[in-house]
Structures are given as structure tokens and as C-alpha cells.
């Protein structure tokens, strides 16, 4: 093989499928062979045209990677901890190693923006700057992880940018800890990834604020170590408050890209405790309870994204079959349907059931449900 195939964004909500050269590999940096990307909400805004991302066309979107190592160099090899053959997930940022934010360790937030999923236009070589298609170039800054082969495609997938996401807001930001009361708002992907870190950090009680179109989501978050689920709405802080004995949460996230939620999810916190805000609402400004916030002196905590030491406790969640994981990939897509699995994503909240859409990269089928959120 000499060429590759990729599906590229070449305009607002249109891909081109577009074959490239396989490029040389050397002695520090290596080539992936994608098994599945993850389709996240970000790559539904850039495809959009919600993002900085439009500036970077042609651009190849998808950072929830994980696939074989195909070529690897030695330096690499020994860097990385793999060889050729291995399973690993991929994570999205790699920074640039030389701005401020890359010097103290804050890769994921390079001021240059290097990373995957248009971050890097695809006319930039060696074009591969994304996980929508056939490889994936590994640059020497790639932060590679094996995962070996009892971690199933299906479960790698959701590793990298939605679970070590949950990992690091709620446990890392977010300071959830044994006993808490941790409310999630959104039971998408990542806020069931929330639940789960809250879960394994040892909270006591974890609400999830859903809405209608929900249910089985709901379901799949109590199966993930939910205690409570609640349909959102203008009593929603009363109902956390019935549920605390006045007390309130320790934790509230925000996971969902929603202008209305934010304002109730601050509500919800406790006297000093944390707000976590994750998501984007696009364009949509969003009204917080700056009078309570600043009585209550909660700890409000912007999140972006996953670090390496989350990647490792998240790799280790999954190892630990504790969660259903698998269950989150609900649909599977062809490289030549990837606009329908985007669509697909984009009116989620209307289609009970639908958790997280992927794209098999080598699957010459057409798009499919794997299953019901509410079946194992």
C-alpha cells in the first residue's frame, strides 16, 4: 500500500474522501493504522463551521483514536513503550514542546494548538493530522499508549477523549473524593464518563439531570454507578436539594453544550464547593448566578480535554472491566458516511438511544446501530 484514504472536511458540512501518500517513516516518529474514531460533539461544531477549525481547511477532524502500530521507529519504539502489531489509543494534543504553556506541561493547551482533528490542515505534510481515515501520522511528540489487545476497539475508543476527559474534570479539577455528592448535567458520553470517575473516586451520591429523549441514557448512567437520575427543569435545584437534605452538591459538571443548563448547574452547588464547566454552547452566551456564586464562594473550574497522567487512570478504569464501556459506541459508520455519523451526533438529544457514533475507517458497509443504550 502506497496511499491511504482519509475523509476530509473541505467546507461547512462537506467531506471529500481524498487519498495520500503513506509517508516515510524514520527513526523517531511512527504510523498508525486506525480500527475506530470516536465522533465527538467538538468535531460536530467544526464541521459546523463553530470553530477555529474552518480556518485550518482541508482539514482532517477525529481525535478519539485507537489502532494498531503499523510502522514504528526505533527511537520511537523505545520511547513509546511499543512495537509493531501493538494496540494503542492515541491522545489528541501533542503540542508544540517549546511555548510557555508546552514548557510547564500544559501540552494540551500549546499555544500553537498542535494536535489532532484539524488542529493541523491536511495540507500540511504528511497530511495525516487526523483520525477520520484509513492512518494516522505519529509525530515525535505523540503521546502514544499501549492498551494490548483485552482492551477491545470498541472500549479503546471511548479511552483517550471522553473517559480520561471525565477522569481529569471530576477527580483532577473537579476534586470529587470519597462521600461526595457529584451532579452530572448531560448523560451523553461525557457526562456518563463523569459519572464514572465519580464513581470510581468514591462518591456517595451521583445525580444525573437529563431531559426528554433521555431515558435510556438515564438507564445506562445508573448501570455506570448513577444513584439518582432527574429530568431537567425549573425545580431541578430543588429536586438536588430534596435529595441532599439541603445540602447541595460538592460537585456539579456541566457537560452539555447547552446555554439554559449552566445557570441551574451553578445553583446546585454547595456553600465552597466546585462548578466544573465543560462543552461549548458555539455562539450561545450563557447567564451564570454571579450574586450566589460569589456568596456561596463556589470554585468555578474551566476544563479543556485529557493529560497523560488521566489517560494512564482512565486506561486502568478500562482495564479494570468495572463499567460497561463497550456499550457507549451505539453506532458504527463508513468512511464515506462520516457526515451522517456528525448529523447523527448533532440531533442526539432527540434519539433515545444514541450514545456515541464511530467510524470504522476499513468497513465498506453502510452505517449501523450496534445496540440499544439500555442492553449489554
Not at 523517531?28 to 475506530?36: H, M, P, Y
Not at 473516586?201 to 438515564?218: F, K, M, N, W, Y
Not at 463556589?298 to 476544563?303: E, L, S
Amino acid at each position: 500500500m502506497t496511499t491511504t484514504t482519509s475523509a476530509v472536511l473541505v467546507a461547512q458540512e462537506a467531506f471529500e474522501l481524498r487519498d495520500f501518500p503513506i509517508p516515510e517513516i524514520g527513526g523517531d516518529d511512527g504510523l498508525l493504522q486506525l480500527e475506530l474514531a470516536g465522533v465527538c460533539g467538538s468535531d460536530v461544531l467544526h464541521w459546523g463551521g463553530h470553530s477555529a477549525v474552518s480556518r485550518n481547511l482541508p482539514a482532517i477532524l477525529g481525535h478519539e483514536i485507537v489502532g494498531r502500530i503499523e510502522q514504528v521507529g526505533p527511537n520511537a519504539a523505545k520511547r513509546w513503550g511499543v512495537a509493531a502489531g501493538d494496540r494503542v489509543i492515541v491522545e489528541a494534543s501533542f503540542g508544540c514542546g517549546l511555548c510557555d504553556l508546552c514548557l510547564r506541561g500544559s501540552y494540551q493547551m500549546c499555544s500553537a494548538g498542535q494536535g489532532y482533528g484539524g488542529r493541523i490542515s491536511a495540507s500540511v505534510l504528511p497530511h495525516l493530522w487526523g483520525a477520520y481515515g484509513q492512518h494516522l501520522y505519529l509525530p515525535p511528540r505523540a503521546r502514544v499508549h499501549r492498551i494490548g489487545d483485552a482492551i477491545s476497539p470498541e472500549v479503546g475508543v471511548v479511552i483517550g477523549a471522553v473517559l480520561a476527559n471525565g477522569v481529569r474534570w471530576v477527580q483532577t479539577l473537579g476534586g470529587a473524593a470519597i462521600g461526595d455528592t457529584v451532579v452530572v448535567f448531560g448523560p451523553g458520553p461525557q457526562g456518563l464518563a463523569a459519572v464514572i470517575a465519580a464513581h470510581a473516586a468514591g462518591a456517595a451520591r451521583i445525580i444525573v439531570v437529563g431531559q426528554t429523549g433521555d431515558e435510556a441514557r438515564l438507564v445506562f448512567a445508573r448501570d455506570c454507578g448513577a444513584t439518582d437520575t432527574l429530568a431537567f427543569g425549573q425545580d431541578t435545584v430543588d429536586a438536588v436539594a430534596d435529595l441532599t437534605g439541603g445540602r447541595l452538591a460538592d460537585v456539579v459538571i456541566d457537560v452539555t453544550g447547552s446555554a439554559a443548563s449552566p445557570a441551574v448547574a451553578a445553583e446546585s452547588v454547595r456553600p465552597l464547593g466546585t462548578f466544573v464547566m465543560a462543552g461549548s454552547t458555539a455562539a450561545a452566551s450563557v447567564t451564570l448566578p454571579w450574586n450566589e456564586l460569589v456568596r456561596k464562594e463556589v470554585r468555578a473550574q474551566g476544563v479543556n480535554s485529557h493529560d497523560f497522567a488521566a489517560v494512564r487512570a482512565a486506561i486502568a478504569l478500562a482495564a479494570s472491566g468495572r463499567y460497561p464501556l463497550e456499550r457507549m459506541v451505539t453506532h458504527r459508520f463508513p468512511l464515506r458516511s462520516t457526515g451522517d455519523a456528525l448529523s447523527l451526533i448533532r440531533n442526539a438529544a432527540a434519539c433515545d438511544g444514541v450514545i456515541k457514533a464511530v467510524i470504522d475507517p476499513f468497513d465498506q458497509g453502510g452505517w449501523q446501530p450496534i445496540r440499544s443504550a439500555e442492553t449489554s
